[in-house]
């Protein structure tokens, strides 16, 4: 019987074993850096813009899965098939149920799907009323790079904020 862990391609000797997991190791703690780095700067974005905004529960831009409630307090209320949704603040931590169903096969899928979607349509706000010129495009790269989206609050902390009064892309 051939043992392939002997001898051959899949050779392994402790020098071998040892380069790897350094490799793997070294990638966790950059992986773990970045996500640190674009944690806290997410954070200081967040509280900065909800503070401007006179939210008394800026703190929570510090706490995790809590700091969504900062994007929901700027954003206000959102109109989702003509049925306004008003104190997202609270109501947007019903995304985070949705992801809960999400673990179901197909209907979950669906939700969390959809819960996505809202997501971004309300995130697309929140960017319209920080920088109503930049909006669409901090949209899209935060879809497509997510590790973007904490750079784009951060850059976006000093500005005014604007006005959601011509904001017109509703589902």
């Not at 669906?110 to 960017?127: C, D, E, N, S, T």
């Not at 904020?161 to 892309?169: F, H, I, R, V």
Request: charged share 10%; glycine share 6%; net charge neutral.
């Amino acid at each position: 019987m051939l043992n392939y862990f002997q001898g051959g391609f899949f050779m392994l000797n402790s020098a071998a074993f040892a380069a790897a997991f350094a490799v793997f190791a070294g990638m966790i703690l950059v992986m773990s850096a970045v996500g640190i780095v674009c944690y806290i700067v997410a954070a200081l974005g967040l509280y900065k813009i909800c503070k401007d905004a006179g939210d008394e529960y800026a703190w929570m831009a510090w706490v995790p899965f809590l700091h969504i409630h900062c994007i929901g307090y700027v954003v206000g209320e959102y109109q989702f098939f003509k049925k306004t949704v008003p104190n997202l603040q609270w109501s947007i931590f019903l995304l985070y149920a949705a992801s809960v169903v999400s673990a179901l096969p197909l209907i979950g899928w669906l939700v969390g799907l959809a819960a996505m979607v809202a997501f971004y349509f309300i995130l697309h706000k929140f960017y319209y009323i920080l920088n109503a010129q930049r909006a669409a495009m901090y949209l899209v790269l935060s879809i497509i790079l997510p590790f973007t989206m904490p750079f784009f609050i951060f850059a976006e902390r000093n500005t005014a904020l604007g006005s959601a009064e011509d904001y017109n892309y509703v589902i």
